[in-house]
């Protein structure tokens, strides 16, 4: 009998770990510990360190999004009386909110939240809402706008004093104290993870990328909710690990050959994955750089350091950083064109796309291409369009490729 | 060398329209029939563009097929998006063009077209179809016109009545109140004409203009809208007569240049 036991490769771990932090919170609920809901780029250092459950909206629209749930949630919050302009998340969230039901995803219900305007500053009133329709304490950390490339100390001192202020009071919400030797431990291990996970995707530099790129937006839950945990390190370093296997082996997860590199730019058309991912991979064309993805880990040292790091969320930057960050990555990892996602349900996203494209065009001298769509509104996207202008930018860079060789 | 017979066909989203070239540069036959994707207008387009040809399909060296429609259309050797074949098109229906903007039926797009043809960049309207030839279709109809008519009752304008919803559905009800208050028609069509070229001009300054600029699509037919425009961007819009076949004319001449490689 062979005894050997197969590792089970990493992006089964981490969802599997997606998996148990979902149940972790259920289990919690059931205890009758207190459960929140959570913003995606607030601390979760401190609810890691405090051993507080916390549960995440945005994701929960994400996967009703890409299981199909996602327009009927959000004609019904249409018809609560909120707008379609509205992000489809926050519509998912205020549907879920009502009905107490979500077939294809329900999340343990909140008795307080956590929020954090870093990737959003509209989410401000959407938690606020939540907040008067839920009956439940909102606590908040304002990240100011950074319109500057670099935070100063006064920003520092600004989010620390809030930081410090939302511990306390989630110490009287939750009877949980925090223990600053715990937070220490929480924050070595945050930063485990994020190396891991920066690891991991930096791998898209190489030629072929190891992986397909929309393998991020599989795997990048576990670095949202569950970077503070040692098991979220352990997978992200294995998955580094297995990246750097098949960089060594020439070998990719994305099938066929890479002809194409790109960047893309925004959150993931969840109702769409499979048609956007697929109108690319059929072309050979592979998604090789993305801000999206790597934005879910922070790099630091001291609490200040944290602190910093919170502000640097790209949807918390002005224009030129942003830009600056997107022509990097692009330079970085070779693409030959980019896709950017006028992403309906994003007011930040879409405000400035047009403006990023142009100047991401001119600054890297690569052909766009701009789509309309949403994270979780399958009403807003148009396959025809979407396929039209992806061949449209696969001729001109094939043309590209020709010259090159010419 | 022989003759070498290539034919385009760029199936729209209203029309179909064919085109045969000889050797990439003579022009054998075209043809448009007002039925796009889905219906026969592909089929009885390909059949007229033979018919006044006078040839068999087998004598085609290759079949290009382009448009909204080009990936269901059946028996192409090749597939290539209408914004490569507009620009292939364009450049070889009017020399040294740099910019090319093209409105059909249901999007507008503009492309930027290197010195030596290539296509370089380009931008297309959001999912909203204001300002397309749908548009137009839709406006000609409330005003009891066809849309041929408008680019003549425009050139008779003195004014024009501003129109200023994006929206085609809110549009149509702006200009249904607009007729109840008797303005001049002529100047009603001019100040449609001015809202398509508006929207348009929008997506040309974001690419940015490079001149010499050429029109190509159905609604290049329109002098009305190609009169608004320049006036929008104040600089000279060339049309070819055959602008409306751009599409078409450049699949053709891509295939031509796939039978030599």
């Given at each position: 009998m062979n005894e050997t036991i197969e590792k089970k490769p990493a992006k089964i771990v981490l969802r599997e770990l997606q998996d148990k932090i979902a149940q972790d919170?259920?289990?919690?609920?059931?205890?009758?510990?207190?459960?929140?809901?959570?913003?995606?780029?607030?601390?979760?250092?401190?609810?890691?360190?405090?051993?507080?459950?916390?549960?995440?909206?945005?994701?929960m629209g994400a996967a009703v999004g890409a299981k199909g749930g996602g327009q009927r949630?959000?004609?019904?919050?249409?018809?609560?009386?909120?707008?379609?302009?509205?992000?489809?998340?926050?519509?998912?969230?205020?549907?879920?909110?009502?009905?107490?039901?979500?077939?294809?995803?329900?999340?343990?219900?909140?008795?307080?939240?956590?929020?954090?305007?870093?990737?959003?500053?509209?989410?401000?009133?959407?938690?606020?809402?939540?907040?008067?329709?839920?009956?439940?304490?909102?606590?908040?950390?304002?990240?100011?706008?950074?319109?500057?490339?670099?935070?100063?100390?006064?920003?520092?001192?600004?989010?620390?004093?809030?930081?410090?202020?939302?511990?306390?009071?989630?110490?009287?919400?939750?009877?949980?104290?925090?223990?600053?030797?715990?937070?220490?431990?929480?924050?070595?291990?945050?930063?485990?993870?994020?190396?891991?996970?920066?690891?991991?995707?930096?791998?898209?530099?190489?030629?072929?990328?190891?992986?397909?790129?929309?393998?991020?937006?599989?795997?990048?839950?576990?670095?949202?909710?569950g970077r503070g945990t040692i098991e979220a390190a352990e997978a992200f370093e294995q998955l580094a690990d297995e990246y750097e296997a098949l960089v060594k082996e020439g070998g990719s997860t994305f099938k066929g050959e890479e002809k194409y590199r790109i960047l893309f730019e925004g959150i993931a058309c969840w109702s769409n994955l499979k048609f956007t991912y697929k109108t690319l991979q059929s072309r050979g064309i592979n998604l090789t750089a993305s801000v999206y993805g790597p934005a879910f880990s922070f790099l630091y040292g001291s609490l200040d350091e944290l602190m910093a790091a919170y502000a640097y969320v790209p949807n918390s930057n002005c224009f030129e950083r942003e830009l600056q960050l997107r022509v990097d990555d692009a330079i970085k990892n070779r693409v030959d064109g980019a896709i950017f996602h006028m992403n309906r349900s994003c007011k930040h996203w879409s405000g400035n796309l047009y403006e990023m494209e142009r100047q991401f065009r001119e600054k890297t001298g690569?052909?766009?291409?701009?789509?309309?769509?949403?994270?979780?509104?399958?009403?807003?996207f148009s396959e025809a369009q979407y396929e039209t202008r992806v061949d449209a930018l696969m001729e001109i860079m094939e043309e590209n490729k020709k010259e090159a060789k010419a | 060398m022989g003759d070498v017979l290539t034919m385009g066909i760029d199936v729209g989203s209203t029309t179909s329209k064919c085109v045969i070239l000889n050797n990439g540069s003579q022009l054998i036959a075209s043809s448009l029939i007002p039925a796009g994707t889905g219906t026969s207008g592909p089929q009885r387009a390909l059949d007229a563009a033979l018919e006044q040809a006078g040839i068999a399909h087998g004598r085609l060296a290759a079949v290009t097929a382009t448009g909204y429609g080009r990936n269901s259309f059946e028996g192409a050797d090749h597939v290539v998006s209408e914004l490569s074949c507009h620009a292939i098109g364009a450049g070889a229906l009017m020399p040294g063009i740099r910019t090319v903007i093209d409105i059909g039926g249901q999007d507008a797009k503009v492309l930027r077209v290197g010195p030596s043809g290539k296509l370089e960049s380009f931008l297309m309207n959001d999912k909203c179809a204001a300002g397309t030839g749908r548009f137009l279709e839709v406006m000609a109809r409330i005003l009891e016109l066809d849309v041929s008519e408008l680019a003549a009752m425009d050139e008779k304008a003195a004014g024009k009545v501003n129109i200023s919803s994006t929206c085609t559905v809110f549009a149509e009800s702006e200009v249904i109140s607009q007729l109840a208050k008797n303005v001049d028609l002529h100047d009603l069509v001019a100040g449609i004409h001015a809202s398509v070229a508006v929207r348009t001009a929008g997506l040309v300054r974001r690419l940015g203009v490079t001149a010499p600029i050429g029109m190509t699509g159905g609604v290049a037919r329109n002098a009305g809208v190609v009169r608004a425009l320049e006036n929008e961007l104040g600089v000279s819009i060339s049309v070819s007569p055959l602008s409306q076949m751009a599409g078409a004319y450049g699949a053709a001449f891509y295939g031509w240049n796939k039978t030599k490689e």
């Open positions: 919170a259920w289990d919690a609920k059931q205890r009758g510990e207190k459960v929140g809901w959570c913003a995606s780029n607030f601390p979760q250092e401190i609810t890691t360190a405090m051993g507080i459950p916390v549960v995440y909206p945005e994701n949630m959000c004609e019904y919050a249409e018809g609560m009386g909120y707008s379609n302009d509205l992000c489809s998340y926050s519509r998912i969230n205020f549907a879920y909110a009502d009905l107490k039901h979500c077939e294809e995803l329900e999340i343990p219900f909140p008795d307080f939240l956590l929020c954090c305007n870093n990737i959003c500053n509209c989410m401000i009133k959407w938690y606020e809402n939540l907040a008067l329709e839920l009956d439940v304490p909102l606590l908040l950390i304002d990240i100011p706008h950074l319109d500057a490339m670099t935070c100063d100390a006064d920003r520092v001192k600004y989010i620390r004093a809030q930081f410090d202020d939302c511990i306390a009071q989630l110490e009287v919400i939750t009877g949980k104290k925090m223990d600053l030797s715990k937070l220490k431990e929480v924050m070595e291990v945050s930063q485990r993870s994020s190396k891991a996970w920066l690891r991991a995707v930096g791998y898209m530099s190489a030629e072929p990328s190891p992986f397909s790129g929309f393998d991020i937006f599989n795997n990048m839950a576990v670095a949202c909710v690569v052909p766009t291409v701009a789509f309309d769509g949403d994270q979780a509104d399958p009403r807003c | -």
